[in-house]
C-alpha cells in the first residue's frame, strides 16, 4: 500500500512512499517496488535505485536484484530532464487527452518521431509543445512515450503515453497484440479472394536495407486480415480496391508488405508498389495530388492502461484519399 511520509518530512510532488508489510516480502525488490507504484516502471525504478535515491527505513536500497524486505521505502524522484527534441509548435488534432496519455489524428508527411536528418517537424516535438509540463517523465525524461509508429506518409489515429504508468501499460497492450486497429488502404487492383487473412514472416531485406521484406526462416511473425470493402472498375478484373485491414500483429512496413506479396500494393508506394496503375488510375492520383502511399490508420481501440475505460477512436479519410475513392468510383 502507498504510505505516509514521516511527519517531520516536507514532502513533494518528487518523493513518494510505500510501504511494504511483513506478509508481502517477497521476490526481488526492483520488482515488488514496481509493483507497488504503478506509477513508475521497473526500469525507472531501478534507475533510481542505481542512483541512490531509493532507501528503505532511511538505508539505501544498493541492489535491485535483492529480495524484498519488509520496510518504509522512500522514492527520491529528481524533475525530469528536459527532452532533447526541441518542443514545436506544430498543429496537432487531438482527438483525446487526459493527465496519462494523447490520441491524436495524424496527418500524412510528417514522421513519428526525431531521426539523423529529420532532427525536427515530428510528432515528438509537437507534442513536447502541446503536453509542455503535463508530461510528468517517460523514464525520468520530459517526453512523449511512443508505444507504436505509423510510417511518415500514411497518416491515422495514434497513441502517445504522458506518463511511465501510462507508457507501461499502452506497451503491454501492444506487446499481447491486445489492441484494435483498423487501416484502410486503396491498392492497385483487387486481393483475391476478397476476404482472408495474410501470414508471413517479415524481416529487413537481404536486398535493399531500407525495406522490409517476407522471409521463410527468422524474420517476426505477422498477421494482417483483410477484406475487400469495394472494387473499382471491370468486375472480373478491378483496377483498384479499396481494403480494410486489420492488425493483428505491428511489424514495420507490415500491411504494405503483405499487401504487396499478393501482387495487390498500395496505390502510391514508392517502395513496394513495383510495377505502375492502370491508365485511369493514375490519371486518378494525379489529379488529386496523391504523392504518397494510400493507406490510413482509421481506427484504434483499447482499454486506458490506467483508467480501465474502453476508448476507441476512428479518423476520416484524408482528402486526398477521399477524393481518390470518388474517382475511383467513377471507373
Do not use: W
Not at 35 to 61: F, K, Y
Not at 128 to 148: D, E, F
Request: proline content about 8%; charged content about 20%.
Amino acid at each position: 500500500m502507498i504510505g505516509e511520509p514521516d511527519p517531520d518530512d516536507e514532502p513533494t510532488d518528487l518523493v513518494q512512499f510505500l510501504v511494504i508489510e511483513a506478509d508481502a516480502a517477497s521476490g526481488r525488490v526492483d520488482k515488488r517496488l514496481a509493483a507497488g507504484l504503478t506509477n513508475l516502471s521497473r526500469g525507472r525504478i531501478q534507475a533510481l535505485i542505481a542512483e541512490g535515491r531509493v532507501t528503505r527505513d532511511g538505508i539505501p536500497v544498493i541492489d535491485g536484484s535483492a529480495k524484498a524486505q519488509a520496510g518504509t521505502y522512500r522514492f527520491d524522484i529528481p524533475p525530469p530532464t528536459s527532452a532533447i527534441p526541441l518542443p514545436q509548435d506544430i498543429p496537432l488534432t487531438v482527438l483525446y487527452e487526459d493527465a496519462h496519455l494523447i490520441v491524436i489524428d495524424k496527418p500524412p508527411g510528417i514522421a513519428m518521431h526525431p531521426a539523423p536528418g529529420n532532427e525536427t517537424g515530428t510528432i515528438v516535438n509537437a507534442l513536447l509543445h502541446h503536453c509542455g509540463a503535463s508530461l510528468s517523465g517517460i523514464g525520468g525524461v520530459a517526453r512523449p512515450g511512443i508505444v507504436h509508429r505509423i510510417d511518415k506518409e500514411t497518416s491515422g489515429v495514434v497513441v502517445a503515453a504522458k506518463t511511465d504508468a501510462a507508457h507501461q501499460g499502452l506497451s503491454a497492450l501492444f506487446a499481447a497484440h491486445d489492441i484494435e486497429r483498423v487501416y484502410v488502404a486503396f491498392t492497385r487492383g483487387a486481393p483475391h479472394p476478397a476476404k482472408g487473412t495474410i501470414e508471413g514472416s517479415i524481416a529487413r531485406s537481404s536486398h535493399d536495407r531500407k525495406k522490409m521484406a517476407l522471409v521463410k526462416s527468422g524474420g517476426r511473425h505477422a498477421i494482417t486480415h483483410y477484406r475487400v470493402v469495394a472494387a473499382f472498375g471491370p468486375q472480373e478484373k478491378p483496377l483498384a480496391a479499396r481494403v480494410a485491414c486489420q492488425l493483428e500483429t505491428g511489424r514495420t512496413h507490415q500491411i504494405r508488405v503483405h499487401l504487396a506479396s499478393r501482387g495487390t500494393p498500395c496505390l502510391g508506394d514508392p517502395v513496394y508498389g513495383s510495377g505502375g496503375p492502370s491508365a485511369t488510375v493514375r490519371t486518378a492520383m494525379e489529379e488529386v495530388g496523391l504523392t504518397r502511399q494510400a493507406l490510413h490508420a482509421a481506427v484504434l481501440g483499447f482499454v486506458h492502461p490506467v483508467t480501465g475505460e474502453t476508448l476507441r477512436f476512428e479518423s476520416p479519410l484524408p482528402a486526398d484519399m477521399a477524393r481518390l475513392e470518388q474517382l475511383l468510383g467513377q471507373l
